[in-house]
């Protein structure tokens, strides 16, 4: 295979949930310059409507679709939605995702707030996989790249839904490798510290400086560096890797404490 086909995503249909935004936007965009047409999922039609324009000026294509992943309803008609768009399925991004990061102490959330990181972060992954997966096979080729992070294997304080929710689906990755293959591969990306909306909510030059000081390449990521992961295990150059995290993190640790 040639070197420019390794990458190359064309005739491939691909979702990315959370996909209006950061790791998300980063990832759609990635995508589709390597030739997929990308439905992008998001809480806000909006957010998917303005990436989904990016996209199109940009020469590629794009179907901005709203998605709350933890609604049934809303995951059947996400895949009804991209079938009557484009016929097949062959990538699925589980980006969206969300927690308390630092926020999450014993003392100052209850379990329902601990079953809901646990319904967005792990329960709606698997259940969009269950939902993929029959096309994937019909198209003789799948993908599926779940949104882990490096807090599946940090230990900080006050981050116990989140980080456990996150181990979870590295585990649940490695297992449903075994279930979807041969016809679908299952692997996950784990994230350090990114530069998100998200991450500058909690982020102070303190934080980030003892972040940086465990980091050997200097710098936090940009979504792009994450999207470049998802792309390396979404296109055909990953042809025989499937159960695995890849953790991309600059060399090291960066957490809030």
């Not at 040639?2 to 209006?20: E, H, N």
């Not at 949104?147 to 585990?171: C, F, L």
Request: charged share 20%.
């Amino acid at each position: 295979m040639s070197a420019p086909a390794l990458l190359s995503l064309d005739s491939k249909v691909a979702i990315v949930t959370g996909g209006g935004n950061g790791i998300g936007r980063a990832t759609s965009l990635m995508l589709a310059d390597h030739g997929a047409s990308v439905v992008i999922a998001d809480l806000k039609m909006e957010n998917a409507r303005r990436v989904a324009d990016e996209i199109d000026a940009r020469g590629g294509t794009a179907l901005p679709v709203t998605c709350n992943v933890t609604d049934d309803d809303d995951r059947q008609a996400l895949i009804k939605k991209t079938l009557e768009a484009f016929g097949s399925l062959h990538v699925l991004v589980n980006n969206a995702g969300g927690g308390g990061a630092g926020r999450e102490s014993p003392d100052d959330i209850d379990v329902d707030r601990f079953a809901s990181v646990f319904e967005l972060n792990v329960f709606s992954i698997w259940r969009l996989c269950q939902l993929c997966a029959p096309h994937m096979r019909r198209a003789g080729d799948g993908s599926i790249i779940n949104m882990s992070s490096m807090s599946s294997v940090n230990k900080s304080p006050a981050i116990s839904a989140y980080a456990s929710s996150k181990a979870a689906i590295n585990h649940m990755t490695a297992n449903l490798a075994h279930d979807y293959g041969p016809e679908i591969r299952v692997n996950a990306v784990g994230p350090g510290a990114v530069r998100t909306d998200a991450l500058a909510s909690v982020l102070t030059p303190k934080i980030e400086k003892a972040m940086l000081s465990h980091t050997p390449l200097e710098r936090l990521g940009e979504p792009e560096d994450i999207a470049g992961a998802v792309l390396y295990f979404a296109a055909p150059i990953s042809r025989w890797v499937s159960g695995q995290v890849l953790f991309v993190n600059g060399g090291g640790v960066q957490t809030l404490d």
